[in-house]
């Protein structure tokens, strides 16, 4: 079993910044990726960030591109999403997912078999 939480999230204004963290405990699994998601009221949930592997790699939607940074602690499961340059359209519940097996697919929800119960990330405008 693998618990996963994430912390970090609050209000801020535009053009801002925010750190939210995910830790994940597995004591008897490898963690192959951890991947940040969102959901906005009336959306459906979406990716927007991933890291997989040791070396690592990062993946990114287009829309966060360039703004957010994804990276992750190997030894300590635990990954961070850095959020620059925050506007009113990243409001949203943010996801930390985490997976003990591997994918070639980093962007989908349904390839995650352990997530966080989210944190709030508001951005006033």
């Known amino acids: 079993q693998v618990q996963v939480a994430e912390s970090g999230g609050g209000l801020v204004q535009a053009g801002g910044s925010l750190r939210l963290s995910c830790g994940a405990s597995a004591r008897t699994f490898s963690i192959d990726a951890m991947g940040w998601f969102r959901q906005a009221p009336g959306k459906e949930r979406e990716f927007v960030a991933a890291v997989t592997g040791n070396s690592p790699s990062t993946y990114y939607a287009d829309s966060v591109k360039g703004r957010f940074t994804v990276s992750r602690t190997n030894a300590a499961n635990t990954a961070y999403l850095q959020m620059n340059s925050l506007k009113p359209e990243d409001t949203a519940v943010y996801y930390c997912?985490?997976?003990?097996?591997?994918?070639?697919?980093?962007?989908?929800?349904?390839?995650?078999?352990?997530w966080g119960q989210g944190t709030q990330v508001t951005v006033s405008s």
């Open positions: 997912a985490a997976r003990t097996y591997y994918s070639a697919h980093v962007h989908l929800a349904e390839e995650y078999n352990y």
